[in-house]
């Protein structure tokens, strides 16, 4: 159990790095369109892509922080950082399903709330 916890909290880790990408460099491609529901004049305006950005450094700090804990800690701080990070994914994924759409607590948020939940049985 304990690699199976270890790669799912990696996962989420990764999930936040490619979302980091997704919004600060692939904001207005066709992956960006259908993950957001919007056409590319929007997501081309100046507005819209400087909060893109401001979004995907959160995401990327989160994702670093994941990845950094699980290869640069002895395992006791791991567990108490990895339970930081990965809480912090699912507050933001509660936030987001009530703001904008169930979908992201079922694509964020779940994953983590699994990870949160195997860190404290299984690290």
């Known amino acids: 159990m304990l690699a199976f916890t270890l790669g799912l909290v990696a996962v989420v880790g990764l999930e936040h790095l490619f979302i980091m990408c997704l919004e600060m460099f692939w904001s ?19 507005q819209v892509k ?17 990845l950094w804990s699980l290869f640069a800690l002895p395992t006791m701080e791991m567990r108490a950082v990895l339970i930081l990070f990965t809480g912090f994914v699912v507050v933001a994924a509660i936030v987001g399903a009530v703001t904008v759409s169930r979908r992201i607590f079922v694509v964020q948020g779940l994953p983590a709330l699994f990870a949160v939940l195997c860190v404290l049985l299984f690290l």
């Not at 207005?28 to 100046?46: C, K, N, V, Y």
Request: glycine letters at 16%.
């Open 50 to 66: 400087a909060i893109f950005k401001n979004m995907g450094i959160y995401n990327g700090f989160v994702g670093v922080g994941i």
């Open 28 to 46: 207005t491609g066709r992956i960006a369109q259908q993950t957001f529901g919007s056409d590319s004049s929007f997501l081309e305006q100046p």
